[in-house]
């Protein structure tokens, strides 16, 4: 069975730094391309970054460019998410997704909340 | 980027009638289109990739269709549990990937 548990959200100042954890299980995590998404309270859906199995290829949106690092350990089968100079705009649901290539999101995590307030 | 739409932003329908979503992408995405159920509180869930193929576990009154820019998900029998946004998404360009503003389904 495939999971994926995030943690490190929490309450940040604007400004201030988080970084996200995503421990995997249930399949090959080395052989998958990880992905994190993210809600507004009360909106859609934005992806945010995504990272091949190998590491060798990382992406991210506009609004994530110059501020987060997506990044993985194979060994730990955790991929995180470091974010820095965080706005409030940012607050959000953080979901981790397991991606079938660079492509669909076939599982999803339960997601970590990170507000930006002061 | 690929701008994504949906309609229509609400749909109502009584329990085992069909519900009908639709999905347009700004410019053609082949049949790079999948379809997520979010339920209140929940994780989003894949049901359909590829515009037409059901995720593992997912029941077949849950049908994709559409190619290029004009997809629909359509429900068939519909239950309670189906109350739910669904959203769909493209990535036919990586990156970004993007995905539509969503489409709330009530059951009356």
């Known amino acids: 069975e495939v999971q994926l548990l995030e943690s490190g959200g929490g309450l940040v100042q604007p400004g201030g730094s988080l970084r996200l954890s995503c421990v995997a299980s249930g399949f090959i995590f080395s052989e998958n391309t990880m992905a994190w998404v993210r809600q507004a309270p009360g909106k859609g859906l934005e992806w945010v970054s995504g990272?091949?199995?190998?590491?060798?290829?990382?992406d991210y949106a506009d609004s994530a460019k110059g501020r987060f690092t997506i990044s993985r350990d194979n060994s730990e089968n955790t991929v995180y998410l470091q974010m820095n100079s965080l706005r409030a705009e940012d607050t959000a649901v953080y979901y981790c997704a397991k991606s079938s290539g660079f492509s669909y999101f076939d599982y999803w995590g339960q997601g970590t909340l990170v507000t930006v307030s002061s | 980027e690929i701008l994504m739409t949906q309609s229509p932003a609400t749909l109502s329908v009584s329990p085992g009638e069909t519900a009908t979503l639709s999905c347009r992408a700004s410019?053609?995405?082949?049949?790079?289109l999948a379809w997520y159920r979010q339920k209140p509180g929940q994780a989003p869930r894949l049901l359909i990739y590829g515009a037409s193929a059901r995720a593992t576990g997912i029941p077949a009154r849950f049908s994709g269709s559409g190619s290029g820019t004009e997809f629909t998900l359509t429900i068939s029998s519909l239950q309670s549990e189906d109350s739910a946004v669904y959203y769909c998404?493209?990535?036919?360009?990586?990156?970004?990937?993007?995905f539509g503003p969503g489409t709330k389904v009530e059951i009356k």
């Open positions: 410019q053609s995405v082949r049949n790079n």
């Open positions: 990272i091949s199995g190998s590491a060798s290829n990382t």
């Open positions: 998404q493209q990535y036919n360009n990586w990156p970004p990937v993007t």
